[in-house]
């Protein structure tokens, strides 16, 4: 695949196709790549796509917002499993990585100071965090029917998040 040339020709390319460098990768490749729903066997009945090139391939996508169908002709992966593969690896991805990067505050000196962070650097009182969206588009089963049509006149669910003064997830 592509990123094997770019790791060994251009590393600083390699970074900017996963969004991440080589370090950063294999650190998040050994939390995930293990985990069973990634990870899958190699049968008599077919060839497993690795767990490594699962990762890869949704890091891609996320990276990129490239279709599916792109990316089934880049990887010459179909563009159906390609869309299961995102889905397994997102949510390894989140139970991996949740109890470290998402620590909602529990107590109120936490709370407090959140708040004293956000008036200190950003002049901002009595705020708890900040908070954007974004719409993900995506493509829901015919069963759904309007039920994820927006006012753009397309399909999507939001995806919102609060951070600290920091820039640290606090709520997503």
């Given at each position: ?12 390319s390699?970074?900017?196709?996963l ?27 077919r ?5 490594k ?22 990887t ?5 499993t390609?869309?299961?593969?995102v ?31 956000l ?10 965090g ?15 029917g ?10 999507s669910?939001?995806l ?8 640290f997830?606090?709520?997503?």
């Amino acid at each position: 695949m592509l990123e094997n040339e770019l790791l060994t020709e251009d590393e600083k390319s390699y970074t900017n196709f996963l969004r991440m460098n080589q370090t950063v990768f294999n650190k998040l490749f050994e939390k995930v790549g293990l985990l069973s729903w990634i990870a899958k066997q190699i049968t008599v009945m077919r060839q497993s796509i690795s767990a490594k090139k699962r990762l890869l391939l949704t890091l891609r996508y996320l990276a990129t917002g490239e279709s599916r169908v792109s990316l089934s002709y880049s990887t010459r992966i179909a563009k159906n499993t390609i869309g299961g593969i995102v889905m397994e690896t997102v949510n390894a991805i989140i139970s991996c990585l949740i109890k470290d990067y998402l620590k909602i505050p529990d107590t109120q000196e936490k709370w407090v100071k959140i708040a004293a962070d956000l008036y200190d650097m950003w002049q901002f009182p009595n705020c708890l965090g900040a908070m954007d969206g974004k719409h993900i588009t995506f493509r829901p089963r015919r069963a759904d029917g309007a039920f994820y049509h927006n006012y753009e006149g397309t399909d999507s669910f939001v995806l919102l998040g609060v951070c600290d003064a920091k820039y640290f997830y606090i709520v997503g």
